[in-house]
């Protein structure tokens, strides 16, 4: 019924060239119903990386689907991380850093804003979330139609997964994360953690998946460069890890996930 290419965490300014370019080769050679991209499309948030995101990006088959992460602040710019955190992703990209969604024949995909340019905390890398705008999203997917996959699109992952590299450590994530079961998101897909995953966040009827994309950069946790395709049909949401192997993508790693109304 449906296919999205995930990619995230390409960092533009330590990029990992041959699998960026074979990334987007793939994209292009057999253009999915969405390019779903999950934050990180900077390093340190520097005009030329913008500007070299930018052009990457509208090289990608339409339509593509971009949130922001927490690279993808001024990094060095105290006034813009307190004032304009997202001005220059939202001019590179076109796309806006909050209240942002996209709808298909047979999905939709909402996005929240997890990064911030500051915080009251030592680590500002580590995700926080609204839970208005989490309602939001959570309102406009449930009335999507049923049969529609519903996907949630974020930077940081709400819940930890057990054995990633490094945290999240998401303010009031868990509680977002119910929100979202609650109201019949199939996926929350994103990226951070540089290696990919996909499981049940183990709430309510346990059909609500937290799906996890690697990185095109040079900054492995573990796995090589790698993305996500994700197809489905009525009865199952598939998968699939393409992670580099030296000259080209390869399958790395498959997950069969039961949509809501199977057995």
């Known amino acids: 019924m449906g296919r ?5 965490d390409i960092h533009f300014g330590i990029v990992h060239e041959a699998a960026v370019a074979a990334a987007l080769a793939y994209c292009q050679d057999d253009p999915p119903d969405l390019v779903l991209i999950t934050g990180d499309i900077t ?8 500007e070299a995101a930018a052009e990457w990006i509208q090289r990608l088959p339409d339509p593509v ?3 922001v992460g927490n690279h993808d602040v001024p990094y060095w710019s105290l006034t813009d991380r307190l004032f304009h955190p997202w001005r220059q992703f939202e001019r590179a990209t076109g796309h806006p850093a909050h209240d942002h969604q996209f709808a298909g024949a047979d999905f939709m995909v909402r996005g929240v804003t997890t990064a911030r340019g500051w915080q009251a905390r030592m680590n500002w890398s580590k995700g926080v979330i609204d839970l208005e705008q989490t309602e939001r999203a959570a309102r406009a997917l449930s009335e999507s139609p049923p049969a529609s996959l519903r996907i949630l699109a974020c930077h ?3 819940v930890e997964m057990i054995g990633a590299p490094m945290t999240g450590a998401v303010k009031r994530g868990e509680a977002a994360a119910h929100t979202l ?8 897909m994103t990226g951070h953690v540089h290696v990919p995953f996909a499981a049940s966040i183990g709430i309510g009827d346990h059909r609500c998946y937290a799906v996890g994309c690697g990185t095109l950069s040079k900054r ?3 796995v090589p460069p790698s993305f996500n395709e994700v197809t ?3 009865e199952t949401v598939t998968v699939t890890a393409h992670a580099w192997a030296r000259t080209r993508f390869e ?3 498959t997950w069969s996930l039961p949509r809501r109304g199977t057995a």
Not at 4 to 8: C, E, F, G, K
Not at 181 to 188: F, S
């Open 4 to 8: 999205i290419v995930q990619l995230s």
């Open 43 to 50: 390093q340190q948030g520097f005009r030329s990386e913008f």
């Open 65 to 67: 689907f971009v949130t």
């Open 156 to 158: 940081h992952p709400l």
């Open 181 to 188: 079961a609650r109201a019949g998101v199939d996926l929350i």
């Open 220 to 222: 492995e946790r573990g």
């Open 232 to 234: 489905w049909d009525a």
């Open 251 to 253: 399958p790395y790693r």
